[in-house]
C-alpha cells in the first residue's frame, strides 16, 4: 500500500516546527490507513538530521544532501520531489503551509496532476460515495479547511489522482515525539539522479534574514483584540495587561486591517495559530477565521459588549462589557492579588 510522506523544511540544520507537526499528524494517519510513514529532508549537511525526524514515528527518511540545495532553490527542490513522488507513489503528501510550502506544493501537485488543498485546519480519513458513477471511495484524506470567506468548513476529497496533498500552517497540529528510540530506516539519495544542471541556473549570491521579534505563538497567555477594542488608545490596554500577565498581544484580522495592530500579531485562518495556556480575547467577535487560529487555547476569556458573540461559545468564561472599563480593573486586581 502507497504511503504517508511528509517533506521537512529546514533552515540552520534545525527541522521545521511545521513539519514535525505534520510527522506527527502523518504518523496518526499512517497508522489508521496501515501503511509507512516516510519523510523527506533536502538541503546540506543532513548526517544528522535524522534524529530530528525519525522519532516522530517515521518509519523510512530519504535525504538529498548537496551543499547547492541549501537555502531553499524553486527549481532542484521540486526536481527531487516530483521524481521522487513519481518512484514512491505515495497516497498522502503533507507540506507545511509556509513562505516554502506554498511555492514547493503548488508545483509539485502541478506536476503530477494531482491537486492540493491549501491551508487546511483539520486532516481525516474517511469514505466517500459517488452517486453519479455508484462507486465508493474508501480511506480517502478528507482535506477539511475555512472557505468562501470562512463563512462555511469545505471538506474537500481528491478520489481518483494521487498523492492526496494538502498544506497546514504552523501551530495548527500538535507536535508530539512517538518514541526517541524509534528504529526507522534512513536512505541517501543520489541526487545526480534527480536533478538536471538546469535546476541550478539561479544562484543565491547574498541572503539575509531577520528574526521575529514577536512571539505570539510562544506565548503562554495571550490577550488578543479585535475590531471592537475600538481605538489604539484602547488597543494600548492590551498591551498593558500583556505585560503584567507576561503575555504577548495578539489580534483579529479586522483590528490589523483598521491599523490597530501589526500584521505580525494576526491570529486566525490567515494569521497564526495559538496554543497558549489562556488566551483573552477582547472586543473579538469570533468568527469562524479567528477560531481557527485560537480555539485548541487551554482556557478562554471572552471581553464584549454583546452578549451573543460567537467567540461566548467557545469561551470558559465570559465578561459583557467595555474593554476600556474591564482591563484597567483586571490589571489592578491582578497587582494587588500578585504582592
Not at 48 to 76: C, E, H, M, N, S
Request: charged share 25%.
Amino acid at each position: 500500500m502507497s504511503n504517508v510522506f511528509v517533506y521537512c523544511e529546514i533552515e540552520d540544520g534545525q527541522v521545521a516546527d511545521v513539519s514535525q507537526e505534520l510527522l506527527t499528524k502523518g504518523r496518526a494517519l499512517a497508522n489508521e490507513l496501515k501503511c509507512k510513514l516516510e519523510a523527506i529532508a533536502i538541503g546540506d549537511k543532513l548526517d544528522k538530521i535524522g534524529d530530528q525526524i525519525i522519532p516522530y514515528g517515521v518509519d523510512t527518511l530519504y535525504i538529498a544532501d548537496d551543499k547547492r540545495l541549501y537555502p531553499y532553490q524553486t527549481l532542484p527542490h521540486t526536481s527531487i520531489v516530483v521524481n521522487l513522488f513519481k518512484e514512491q507513489k505515495p497516497q498522502i503528501a503533507l507540506m507545511g503551509a509556509s513562505s516554502i510550502g506554498r511555492d514547493l506544493g503548488p508545483r509539485v501537485s502541478s506536476a503530477l496532476h494531482s491537486g492540493l488543498t491549501a491551508d487546511c485546519t483539520s486532516l481525516v480519513i474517511g469514505d466517500h460515495y459517488d452517486k453519479k458513477q455508484d462507486k465508493k471511495y474508501e480511506n480517502l484524506l478528507y482535506q477539511i479547511r475555512p472557505a468562501f470567506g470562512g463563512n462555511i468548513i469545505a471538506t474537500i476529497i481528491n478520489p481518483d489522482c494521487r498523492p492526496q496533498m494538502a498544506t497546514v500552517r504552523e501551530g495548527v497540529m500538535k507536535k508530539e515525539i512517538l518514541d526517541p528510540k524509534y528504529k526507522g530506516k534512513v536512505v541517501k539519495l543520489d541526487v545526480a539522479k534527480y536533478v538536471s544542471n538546469e535546476d541550478f541556473v539561479v544562484e543565491i549570491i547574498e541572503r539575509h534574514m531577520e528574526q521575529s521579534k514577536v512571539n505570539v505563538k510562544g506565548a503562554p497567555i495571550v490577550v488578543a483584540g479585535g475590531y471592537g477594542v475600538g481605538s489604539k488608545e484602547n488597543f494600548q490596554l492590551l498591551y498593558d495587561l500583556a505585560e503584567v500577565l507576561g503575555g504577548e498581544v495578539g489580534a483579529s484580522r479586522a483590528a490589523v486591517d483598521s491599523g490597530l495592530a501589526g500584521h505580525e500579531r494576526q491570529i486566525g485562518q490567515t494569521g497564526i495559530t495559538v496554543r497558549p495556556k489562556l488566551y483573552i480575547a477582547c472586543g473579538i467577535s469570533g468568527q469562524i477565521q479567528h477560531r481557527a487560529g485560537m480555539e485548541e487555547s487551554a482556557q478562554i476569556i471572552a471581553i464584549n459588549t454583546d452578549p451573543e458573540a460567537p467567540i461566548n461559545s467557545i469561551a470558559d468564561y465570559v465578561i459583557t462589557g467595555d474593554v476600556a472599563e474591564i482591563i484597567p480593573k483586571m490589571i489592578k486586581y491582578y497587582k494587588k492579588n500578585s504582592k
